[in-house]
């Protein structure tokens, strides 16, 4: 356990300097809007309205292209909070993949978590369909990468990590972002909890996304989904899960019902296992 928190103090002072002493960014407010209609009007205005470096705007622009292209992302919320979003801050959590933010692949994190490519959490997402003032649930904080993008999206976002070192990690990384003027992750709430039992003192939550694989939909999420509301989760075997689209909806006499739509049409995406907490420590799976 001392290694563990060892390990998770160091990774946090090199998190730390991810940002550059200096660095200070602009904040953008909700009214402002980048363009989006060529390369060089989104990346001149970026430098002059939130003072990032050509290198990562242009990066993340090829990124948002070819999402778009293939149908990753659709709406226009979703473009915005993608090209809003600095995937270059939460990549640098691990050095060994700092540089490596905007690449469509799963990125080795530590602790056993990967940050999921630009894509699927951009579909994740879009579908989704978060509107401004929605309560929305993250289970599995990971990088960060995602409750950032929730952020460009509602003023209201909570998010759980089972790893406490990690979770430790992830927080600091929000607080030195928002230091540096980032301040659309101030709305991040963040706890550090067994996410299968979700957050309810918090909730009930409008939307709820699950980051990691589980062989079925928790029951304590679906209690804290309000009615109407939408999660987003990977369920299936290990390492095979179907991402669902999981509605419910709550009739006048009371009866619940749920439906489900595989947001990919029948492909599987790996996730890492969704795990538990067993006296204060991660061990196992909540796979039945």
């Known amino acids: 356990m001392r290694r563990a928190i060892t390990a998770g103090v160091t990774a946090l ?8 002493a200096t660095a200070q960014f602009k904040p953008i407010r909700v009214d402002q809007t980048p363009p989006m209609d060529s390369k060089e009007n989104y990346v001149d205005w970026m430098k002059a309205n939130r003072g990032e470096s050509e290198k990562w705007l242009t990066q993340r622009w090829n990124r948002y292209v070819a999402a778009v292209r293939v149908g990753d992302i659709k709406t226009d919320k979703m473009k915005r909070a993608f090209l809003l979003t600095p995937r270059e801050v ?3 959590g691990n050095p060994p993949v700092k540089e490596r933010g905007y690449e469509h692949a799963f990125l080795d994190m530590g602790y056993g978590v990967t940050m999921s490519g630009p ?16 309560r929305v649930l993250e289970i599995g904080t990971g990088s ?18 089972i790893i406490a070192p990690l979770a430790e990690r992830t927080r600091g990384v929000y607080d030195k972002a928002i230091a540096a003027g980032y301040e659309e992750l101030k709305v991040i709430k963040t706890k550090q909890a ?4 979700g ?6 939550f409008d939307k709820i996304i699950v980051t990691c694989g589980i062989d079925h939909i928790p029951p304590p999420l679906l209690q804290q989904l ?5 999660m987003v989760i990977p369920v299936g075997p290990p390492g095979a899960q179907r991402v669902l689209k999981v509605v419910k909806q709550v009739a006048a006499d009371g009866n619940i019902t749920v439906t489900r739509e595989d947001i990919y049409g029948g492909r599987i995406v790996p996730f890492v296992p969704f795990t538990k907490l067993v006296d204060g420590e991660v061990k196992g799976t909540h796979n039945r």
């Open 13 to 20: 002072f090199v998190t730390l300097l991810a940002l550059p």
């Open 90 to 92: 939460f990549a640098a």
């Open 119 to 134: 894509h699927l959490q951009s579909r994740m997402t879009d579908v989704l369909d978060v509107k401004r003032g929605d």
């Open 144 to 161: 960060g990468t995602q409750s950032a993008y929730l952020a460009q999206l509602t003023d209201q976002v909570y998010t759980i990590e």
């Open 194 to 197: 067994d996410g299968y039992y």
């Open 199 to 204: 957050w309810p003192e918090a909730g009930p």
């Open 226 to 230: 309000k009615p109407g509301g939408v």
